[in-house]
Nanobody, 119 residues
Framework: QVQLVESGGGLVQPGGSLRLSCAAS????????MGWFRQAPGKQRELVAS??????ASYADSVKGRATISRGDAKTVHLQMYSLKPEDTAVYYC??????????????WGQGTQVTVSS
């Protein structure tokens, strides 16, 4: 069984920063692309940033210049966000394409972590 566990959400003041982390565990042979999505109330889930196993990153226009995604090791991903705005408020979800031992490649989601930007 493969799990993604997220950490680092919370309440942040406008202009502040935070770091989200996600770790994959289980019978994992490897992890391909990892990413962060977010979903605000009443809105569709959207991609925030993603990074390949080789370290190539991409960002949504709404966070370019205010976010950095990185791979801590082969099974972890971090999202550092700066200059946070109230519109960044959402539940943030980690996503990963995981190579499972003896099973193949599967797409997995974390449970989500709430980020609230408010004074």
């Amino acid at each position: 069984q493969v799990q993604l566990v997220e950490s680092g959400g919370g309440l942040v003041q406008p202009g502040g920063s935070l770091r989200l982390s996600c770790a994959a565990s289980g019978n994992i042979f490897g992890v391909n692309e990892m990413g962060w999505f977010r979903q605000a109330p009443g809105k569709q889930r959207e991609l925030v940033a993603s990074i390949t196993s080789g370290g190539s990153a991409s960002y949504a226009d709404s966070v370019k210049g205010r976010a950095t995604i990185s791979r801590g090791d082969a099974k972890t991903v971090h999202l550092q966000m700066y200059s946070l705005k109230p519109e960044d408020t959402a539940v943030y979800y980690c996503n990963a394409r995981v190579r499972v031992i003896g099973f193949g490649t599967v797409d997995r989601w974390g449970q989500g972590t709430q980020v609230t930007v408010s004074s």
